[in-house]
């Protein structure tokens, strides 16, 4: 029933539950596993892009579906296993930020750095 549903979806019904997932589940997987991700620079400059509404809507939803993978409990390689669990979640996205390195900005990457400083500097509770 659930999947008779998602396959009547429009792209842009799709593209908004995607993007609504994204801002509620992603800061919460990105913080349990910031520790064990080698590319969480640039996924944290893809998440920045994608939520800046001057990058235009096919690059947005190109890396709206990458962090979408990210957060989905779905994936061709569970995330519970250490390192290796991520490898997909890599490919995916280096594929997507490939196809639109042109549009992501300094200010993407500034952004993400800064982010994974505060990260770093925050006690843990």
């Not at 539950?17 to 080698?38: N, S, Y």
């Not at 196809?99 to 990457?109: D, M």
Request: aromatic fraction near 10%; include cysteine.
């Amino acid at each position: 029933m659930r999947f008779a549903h998602a396959a009547a979806m429009s792209d842009d019904e799709r593209f908004k539950r995607d993007e609504a997932t994204v801002l509620r589940e992603f800061w919460g997987k990105f913080q349990r596993l910031a520790a064990h991700i080698p590319f969480a620079e640039d996924l944290l400059t893809a998440y920045y892009c994608a939520f800046d509404r001057a990058t235009p809507s096919h690059v947005r939803f190109a890396l709206i579906g990458a962090l979408a993978y990210f957060i989905s409990p779905l994936d061709l390689l569970p995330d519970l296993l250490p390192v290796l669990g991520l490898t997909d979640d890599a490919a995916v996205l280096a594929g997507v930020v490939r196809v639109v390195w042109g549009n992501i900005k300094p200010e993407h990457r500034d952004a993400a750095r800064m982010t994974l400083e505060r990260l770093k500097q925050a006690p843990e509770v």
